[in-house]
């Protein structure tokens, strides 16, 4: 089994910051993206940020210059740095890995979710 652990999220007045942690545990062979994804109320999941065990990133468009995604193999953990938040940012934050296991599997983890809410 793989866990993902996540920490960091809470409530911010607009134009703050909060930094978001996501570690994997367990049967782990190889990792491959991980990454953020979120969702609003009444609205579908979006990526927010992935990196590639080389370390290429994806930012979704509305968090580009805002929001720094970073990972550290050796932990397999990634950060999610996010600046210049907005009441839109609100969400539940999820973090997202694509896992091969110790048996060879591939598969996709998700964490339990973190809010982040962003106050006017």
């Known amino acids: 089994q793989v866990q993902l652990v996540e920490s960091g999220g809470g409530l911010v007045q607009a134009g703050g910051s909060l930094r978001l942690s996501c570690t994997a545990s367990?049967?782990?062979?190889?990792?491959?993206?991980m990454g953020w994804y979120r969702q609003a109320p009444g609205k579908q999941r979006e990526l927010v940020a992935r990196?590639?065990?080389?370390?290429?990133?994806d930012y979704a468009d509305s968090v580009k210059g805002r929001f720094t995604l970073s990972r550290d193999n050796a932990k397999n953990t990634v950060y999610l740095q996010m600046n210049s938040l907005k009441p839109e940012d609100t969400a539940v934050y999820y973090c997202?890995?694509?896992?091969?296991?110790?048996?060879?599997?591939?598969?996709?983890?998700w964490g339990q979710g973190t809010q982040v809410t962003v106050s006017s």
């Open positions: 367990g049967k782990i062979f190889s990792i491959n993206a």
């Open positions: 990196i590639t065990n080389g370390g290429s990133t």
């Open positions: 997202n890995a694509g896992v091969t296991t110790l048996r060879g599997h591939y598969l996709d983890y």
